[in-house]
């Protein structure tokens, strides 16, 4: 329905902006009404079509590349029908890249704004119809420029807007969680698994002190690490480490892959190896807890910055 709805409310936003060429508003070229109105209603009818056969001409489908050339390259017609690089209607190629960003993120983005310019530059190939003395190449510079520069906005807006929306996601879920079963274990299975699932994190678990003991131990359920490994791993929090240091300074910590060849991390497990690895305080009514902690990122660059704020703003 959202996809249809981007179709139709599209569709009429242009040919509204080019009833304006009736009350003498000049949209920078001549416009074929004729073919652009044809264009309007095909391009209907396929967003009919396209509703009922989601499953096909989805955004989201196995078939989305094609879907997104009929979309750009029917933005693109309409826009030779508008009066092609004179006309003013080119800056609807902005929206596309932000479109593609929702639903395939900067990837989405890119694609569309490929898009765009293969079919921009149809329309410069195809269009003869420039009056005397216009600077085409100023023009088509322009509107190039112009539709590079909107895809790094939208890649920027949306990158924003999908890390706000899973944070929110996180907090939601875990939180829900909780509510419906308060129980410790339930809680710390919900927290592992959604922060692993969400910073692609091959072990993370929760790591509570022990006044007694003096000792943070892993609880359980643990993600990525057997039951028996999880019921022996046990850190002395006043010894030497980076994983005590974080607990007694109350700090987070990140340690990068790179960092990690200078770093001596104890393995979780005899034989399993750290290469990167977050961790932060868990603090509950002024005191600090114990430690979420999570290793070895599954992609080639391993933890950032970004990814210790997110755990900061998860751990209270």
């Known amino acids: 329905l959202r996809e249809f709805v981007f179709r139709v409310i599209f569709a009429a936003l242009l040919i509204a902006l080019v009833q304006l060429d009736h009350l003498d508003v000049f949209l920078g070229g001549e416009i074929d ?87 921009f530059t149809a329309i410069v190939v195809l269009d003869r119809q420039q009056p005397p003395g216009y600077n085409v190449a100023q023009a088509v510079a322009i509107r190039y420029a112009y539709i590079i ?17 899973n944070r929110l996601k996180i907090f939601y879920e875990i939180s829900r969680s909780s509510s419906k079963s308060p129980a410790l274990y339930n809680v710390l299975k919900e927290i592992t698994q959604r922060m692993a699932e969400f910073m692609r994190a091959e072990v993370a678990l929760v790591f509570l002190y022990n006044e007694e003991s003096g000792t943070l131990d892993a609880q359980q359920p643990s993600l990525g690490l057997d039951f028996m490994s999880t019921a022996r791993l046990r850190l002395q929090a006043d010894t030497p480490g980076v994983l005590s240091s974080c607990f007694r300074n109350d700090k987070p910590l990140l340690v990068t892959r790179r960092l990690s060849r200078e770093v001596e991390i104890s393995p979780f497990a005899p034989g399993y190896n750290v290469f990167d690895m977050l961790a932060s305080p868990l603090v509950a009514r002024g005191r600090t807890i114990g430690l979420i902690v999570m290793a070895n990122k599954l992609n080639r660059r391993g933890f950032n910055k970004h990814d210790l704020a997110l755990t900061e703003l998860i751990a209270p």
């Open 33 to 119: 009404f004729f073919s652009l109105y044809i264009l309007a209603g095909a391009f209907l009818a396929y967003a009919v079509i396209a509703y009922f056969f989601h499953d096909i001409f989805s955004l989201r489908g196995p078939h989305a590349w094609a879907v997104s050339i009929i979309d750009v390259f029917s933005l693109c017609a309409a826009v030779y029908f508008c009066g092609g690089i004179e006309s003013y209607t080119f800056l609807f190629l902005g929206t596309i890249p932000l479109i593609g960003g929702m639903y395939r993120g900067y990837k989405g983005a890119s694609y569309a704004c490929a898009l765009c310019l293969i079919g």
């Open 149 to 165: 520069a909107a895809t790094v906005v939208n890649i920027l807006v949306v990158d924003l807007m999908l890390k706000d929306r």
